[in-house]
């Protein structure tokens, strides 16, 4: 009805002409007069309006899953596998004492209040308390270490290294199994997808980064690489390797102007180049007919790739490096002083297997599988020196995956927990120092574990400013700006 009044109206103003214009606002004033004392109506709401639903929307769930799926990660497996990886500390005491220090489990727990609390109705905490009191949804991260001394293994101990932020939603959350209606119950909308972190009452996000796609080699050329050494080229095959607790180090075979290739690795934040052939006689115990045999395989008639070859090979025999065990006593030698965290009693070829173990090629268990891995590289790199196969482009989609925050969160944790091994090894060394005949008995591990702190602080300070700072740059390309707010 009130469309055709309005048409009505406009042909009477139509016809009427400019005169009748004042005709046509009556009537339209009289029309919304009308409109103004109708009755407000709920006939065309949807029938199950204000009802709560029983399920959440899987649409919006999706929202936070990628976060969520990472942090429920880390407390499935990615922990325990990172415990695993953690390095023991191993040193001596002035009374010849051999002390060997090693975490065996860790297991993260949900949020709960303090033992003791009086006047509790629930021990459990909720993020919505969280927000309102303006404190941090945390819990506590307990582990046990193992302790030998001369090789007798001690009784296992249990250390608390503090209250560490849980992920809403996430299984260490208390409404990861709740339903809509639960949710309104404890404060939270129905439609709640968590994957945030609440920090003083304040919601934060470890946000996604953008990473160079994991284990495998693609040639790139860079300028800055040429800044590297003597004869440094731009040319060169990258690789970034991760293990399956989501640790990653980046390889770099690069060419030299000379017509050598030498393999850049990393460890603590320094980085180490060394000839590649160096590091394939480390590997396998093979002779040189085989190594050659196998970096020649598909390229029998490149004549100066075989030449090439044929001069690295050369120039360690030079040095004096016949054979496997001279190559791993040599790479030993050179980087004793530089991995202090290997015991000084270890022998310079055990020093070699932990350079390999933990810097080379680290997604790969096996040292036959990592010397394949470089031959591949090596025939890569020189058939791009050559111009029979394209530079690819770092900047393509394929090259590319993304670091989700769990996935950090993880690598972060490790490496805390890497740093307080050191600090508890400095603590009893210090108490160790001034007295004569000192021994490590269970009162002064005891002490020394009190002394030893937290790894809580560390963390807090990170999703303060969203900056890393940790003693092995976890791989990453940048260490500030990680966290949105």
Same mark, same amino acid.
């Given at each position: 009805?009130?469309?055709?009044?309005?048409?009505?109206?406009?042909?009477?103003?139509?016809?009427?002409?400019?005169?009748?214009?004042?005709?046509?606002?009556?009537?339209?004033?009289?029309?919304?007069?009308?409109?103004?004392?109708?009755?407000?109506?709920?006939?065309?709401?949807?029938?199950?309006?204000?009802?709560?639903?029983?399920?959440?929307?899987?649409?919006?769930?999706?929202?936070?899953?990628?976060?969520?799926?990472?942090?429920?990660?880390?407390?499935?497996?990615?922990?325990?596998?990172?415990?695993?990886?953690?390095?023991?500390?191993?040193?001596?005491?002035?009374? +010849?004492?051999?002390? !060997?220090?090693?975490?065996?489990?860790? &297991?993260?727990?949900?949020?709960?209040?303090?033992?003791?609390?009086? $006047?509790?109705?629930?021990?459990?905490?909720?993020?919505?308390?969280?927000?309102?009191?303006?404190?941090? %949804?945390?819990?506590?991260?307990?582990?046990?270490?193992?302790?030998?001394?001369?090789?007798?293994?001690?009784?296992?101990?249990?250390?608390?290294?503090?209250?560490?932020?849980?992920?809403?939603?996430?299984?260490?959350?208390?409404?990861?199994? =709740?339903?809509?209606?639960?949710?309104?119950?404890?404060?939270?909308?129905?439609?709640?997808?968590?994957? %945030?972190?609440?920090?003083?009452?304040?919601?934060?996000?470890?946000?996604?980064? @953008?990473?160079?796609?994991?284990?495998?080699?693609?040639?790139?050329?860079?300028?800055?690489?040429?800044?590297?050494?003597?004869?440094?080229?731009?040319?060169?095959?990258?690789?970034?390797?991760?293990?399956?607790? @989501?640790?990653?180090?980046?390889?770099?075979?690069?060419?030299?102007?000379?017509?050598?290739?030498?393999?850049?690795?990393?460890?603590? !934040?320094?980085?180490?180049?060394?000839?590649?052939?160096?590091?394939?006689?480390?590997?396998?115990?093979?002779?040189?007919?085989?190594?050659?045999?196998?970096?020649?395989?598909?390229?029998?008639?490149?004549?100066?790739?075989? +030449?090439?070859?044929?001069?690295?090979?050369?120039?360690?025999? *030079?040095?004096?490096?016949?054979?496997?065990?001279?190559?791993?006593? %040599?790479? +030993?030698?050179?980087? &004793?002083? !530089?991995?202090?965290?290997?015991?000084?009693?270890?022998?310079?070829?055990?020093?070699?297997?932990?350079?390999?173990?933990?810097?080379?090629?680290?997604?790969?268990?096996?040292? *036959?599988?990592?010397?394949?891995?470089?031959?591949?590289?090596?025939?890569?790199?020189?058939?791009?020196?050559?111009?029979?196969?394209?530079?690819?482009? $770092?900047?393509?989609?394929?090259?590319?995956?993304?670091?989700?925050? $769990?996935?950090?969160?993880?690598?972060?944790?490790?490496?805390?927990?890497?740093?307080?091994?050191?600090?508890?090894?400095?603590?009893?060394?210090?108490?160790?120092?001034?007295?004569?005949?000192?021994?490590?008995?269970?009162?002064?591990?005891?002490?020394?574990?009190?002394?030893?702190?937290?790894? *809580?602080?560390?963390?807090?300070?990170?999703?303060?400013?969203?900056?890393?700072?940790?003693?092995?740059? =976890?791989?990453?390309?940048?260490?500030?700006?990680?966290?949105?707010?």
């Amino acid at each position: 009805m009130c469309v055709s009044a309005s048409v009505c109206i406009v042909i009477k103003w139509l016809c009427v002409g400019w005169c009748g214009s004042c005709l046509m606002v009556l009537e339209m004033f009289a029309l919304g007069c009308s409109y103004v004392d109708a009755e407000p109506s709920l006939k065309n709401l949807s029938a199950d309006f204000g009802k709560i639903p029983e399920k959440q929307d899987d649409l919006l769930q999706s929202l936070g899953a990628p976060h969520v799926e990472s942090f429920n990660y880390v407390l499935r497996e990615g922990l325990d596998k990172a415990v695993k990886d953690i390095l023991p500390i191993e040193f001596e005491l002035q009374n +010849g004492d051999r002390i !060997r220090i090693k975490f065996e489990s860790a &297991k993260l727990c949900s949020p709960v209040v303090p033992p003791g609390s009086y $006047g509790v109705k629930s021990p459990y905490i909720f993020p919505t308390e969280c927000r309102q009191r303006g404190i941090t %949804y945390k819990g506590h991260l307990i582990t046990k270490l193992s302790f030998k001394i001369n090789d007798v293994q001690l009784a296992l101990v249990e250390k608390d290294l503090g209250q560490i932020p849980i992920m809403v939603k996430s299984d260490a959350c208390h409404l990861s199994k =709740l339903n809509p209606s639960q949710l309104i119950a404890k404060g939270e909308h129905a439609e709640e997808w968590g994957g %945030y972190f609440i920090i003083g009452g304040h919601e934060r996000l470890i946000r996604m980064l @953008q990473m160079t796609r994991r284990n495998y080699p693609f040639a790139v050329t860079r300028s800055s690489w040429k800044q590297r050494g003597s004869l440094f080229s731009d040319l060169g095959i990258m690789i970034r390797c991760v293990k399956d607790d @989501q640790t990653s180090t980046n390889n770099v075979l690069h060419f030299v102007r000379d017509g050598s290739a030498k393999l850049m690795f990393s460890y603590k !934040r320094n980085l180490y180049y060394t000839p590649i052939m160096l590091i394939l006689k480390c590997l396998l115990d093979v002779c040189d007919e085989y190594i050659m045999h196998q970096l020649m395989a598909g390229y029998e008639e490149d004549t100066y790739m075989k +030449g090439c070859l044929m001069n690295m090979m050369q120039a360690l025999h *030079e040095e004096g490096i016949h054979t496997h065990h001279e190559a791993k006593s %040599y790479i +030993g030698k050179t980087f &004793k002083a !530089r991995f202090y965290d290997v015991a000084s009693w270890t022998t310079d070829e055990e020093i070699c297997d932990f350079v390999i173990r933990h810097s080379l090629a680290i997604h790969l268990d096996n040292n *036959e599988d990592k010397f394949n891995l470089y031959i591949l590289m090596m025939q890569k790199l020189f058939s791009v020196v050559q111009n029979k196969c394209c530079v690819e482009g $770092g900047d393509g989609l394929m090259m590319h995956e993304l670091l989700l925050g $769990g996935h950090l969160y993880l690598q972060l944790i490790k490496d805390k927990m890497q740093v307080w091994l050191q600090v508890l090894k400095s603590i009893i060394l210090k108490k160790a120092k001034p007295t004569a005949g000192f021994t490590l008995t269970n009162s002064e591990l005891n002490w020394a574990l009190k002394k030893s702190g937290t790894i *809580e602080s560390s963390l807090n300070a990170f999703f303060a400013t969203g900056n890393l700072h940790t003693s092995s740059g =976890l791989g990453l390309l940048q260490d500030k700006g990680n966290e949105n707010f």
